[in-house]
């Protein structure tokens, strides 16, 4: 069983890997529209090799794309002089507050937790 547990211990880091390289689809705006509550008609769907990100400072919020770079910044938020940014990394998750969890994620957490025990 110790060597089955291995290999979907590796199983799972493949996964892992594989969410940081696929592209997510995030939502662009900025101005009029892109705030909170946000009106999804006012912003672009874009392609990303990267995280999403929801950037707001005072009632200013802008929705963008931001290349990773090989640095993985997903579900982190930073508050810098009054400026929040919070990065995600499934698609179009930067449309709200609310934060999505990976399917994939859930999935090999849950077949980590059973074979693993």
């Known amino acids: 069983m110790h060597h089955v547990s291995f290999w979907y211990f590796r199983l799972l880091v493949i996964a892992a890997t594989v969410t940081y390289v696929l592209a997510v689809t995030c939502y662009n705006c900025v101005g ?3 705030g909170d509550p946000f009106d999804e ?3 672009v769907q874009q392609s990303c090799n990267g995280t999403c990100l929801k950037g707001i400072e005072n009632d200013n919020v802008q ?3 931001m290349e990773s770079f090989g640095v993985p910044l997903d579900d982190k938020c930073i508050n810098v002089e009054g400026t929040e940014t919070c990065f995600c990394s499934t698609d179009l998750c930067n ?3 609310k934060r999505n ?5 859930v999935i090999m957490s849950f077949l980590a937790f059973v074979l693993l025990k």
Do not use: M
Not at 101 to 105: G, N, P, Q
């Open 32 to 34: 009029d529209g892109c």
């Open 63 to 65: 929705r963008h794309c």
């Open 41 to 43: 008609s006012q912003a």
């Open 101 to 105: 969890i990976s399917l994939i994620s």
């Open 95 to 97: 449309g709200s507050d």
